[in-house]
């Protein structure tokens, strides 16, 4: 490997969180030092697993800026509807393309099992439903892309807080720690610990 050290953030907090410095004067002289010096088997868990949380973070990150971008889009795309067409985000509607209407859903339901319609706006064409049909079809869209992209950070932020637990468990880390890897000596280093108010801050946000 070329890379002579594998820097390692091991907060026991939410993804994306940064650790804090070292919390005093005190805990500053006695790191940097060596925890434990790892056999091949261990180092190469260790990396692997350093970097599966790493990019599962990387993942997180990537998808949470998308998902704020669709958040907005859609909320661009409810007012639009709104004010144009009167159509309510937490109403239901469906396009009748025989009469070019379009109808709210109604939570009552028909002899045959169905919603009642109640009829909201009705278009003398084609061309002039286009508008309001592509809005919607976008409202679905982002909405469909927003709930997938959701469960996408929630999945990768979870398998990096299962590595870094994993990583914990096995060799032993402090909760409160920071460390790094020395690949060439194959050494697991504590930089230093967290600063115990910046994490009670942290926490109440």
């Known amino acids: 490997m070329k890379v002579r050290k594998l820097m390692v953030v091991l907060c026991g907090i939410l993804p994306m969180v940064a650790c804090a410095a070292p919390a005093d004067k005190a805990a500053k002289s006695e790191f940097p ?5 790892l056999d091949e088997t261990n180092t190469e868990y260790f990396v692997s697993m350093t970097l599966v949380r790493q990019r599962a973070l990387e ?4 998808a949470a800026r998308l998902e704020w971008e669709k958040r907005i889009a859609l909320s661009n795309v409810n007012e639009r ?6 159509i309510l ?5 469906v396009f009748d393309n025989e009469d070019m209407t379009i109808y709210q859903l109604l939570e009552e339901k028909t002899w ?11 278009f003398k064409s084609e061309e002039e439903a286009k508008p309001a049909l592509d ?5 679905l869209r982002y909405a469909i892309q927003q709930q997938v992209l959701e469960g996408l950070i929630s999945e ?3 398998l990096a807080r299962d590595a870094d637990k994993a990583l914990r468990e096995r060799f032993h880390l402090d909760e409160r720690g920071n460390y790094t890897f020395d690949v060439k000596t194959k050494s697991i280093i504590q930089t230093g610990i967290k600063n115990e108010s910046v ?5 109440k946000k």
């Open 33 to 37: 030092k060596v925890i434990a010096k």
């Open 59 to 62: 993942d997180a990150t990537v």
């Open 81 to 86: 509807l709104v004010k144009d067409y009167r």
């Open 89 to 93: 985000q937490r109403q239901q509607y």
């Open 112 to 122: 045959k099992g169905e919603n009642k319609r109640l009829k909201h706006l009705k």
């Open 135 to 139: 809005l919607i079809t976008k409202r």
């Open 156 to 158: 990768r932020g979870q």
């Open 199 to 203: 994490r009670k801050d942290v926490k």
